[in-house]
Nanobody
Framework: QVQLVESGGGLVQAGGSLSLSCAASGRTFSGYAMGWFRQAPGKEREFVAT????????YYADSVKGRFTISRDNAKNTVYLQMNSLKPEDTAVYYC??????????????WGPGTQVTVSS
């Protein structure tokens, strides 16, 4: 079992930045690919970004490429999502996931409860 807890969500104006964190506990963090997904009201959950177990490989949805950066610190059992140049359409609940890479996305073996990101225009 892996327990995931996201933090760092909030309200920001369009063009602003937010940094999300996801702290993991339980089984070996470095044994899992990690990723971020999001779900806007009335829409299905969608892939945002993934990172390989060692952090060497990263993948992004076209909608966030060049604006978001995923990273991880295996010593701290934490994965991050730096979000810049935010747009109102980025408004969603953001979920952290642990699993296996299925490039560019991944399996969602474990999920966090989510954190709300709201971008005002």
């Amino acid at each position: 079992q892996v327990q995931l807890v996201e933090s760092g969500g909030g309200l920001v104006q369009a063009g602003g930045s937010l940094s999300l964190s996801c702290a993991a506990s339980g089984r070996t963090f470095s044994g899992y690919a990690m990723g971020w997904f999001r779900q806007a009201p009335g829409k299905e959950r969608e892939f945002v970004a993934t990172i390989s177990r060692g952090g060497t490989y990263t993948y992004y949805a076209d909608s966030v490429k060049g604006r978001f950066t995923i990273s991880r610190d295996n010593a701290k059992n934490t994965v991050y999502l730096q979000m810049n140049s935010l747009k109102p359409e980025d408004t969603a609940v953001y979920y952290c996931a642990a699993g296996a890479l299925k490039r560019p996305t991944m399996t969602g073996d474990y999920w966090g409860p989510g954190t709300q990101v709201t971008v005002s225009s």
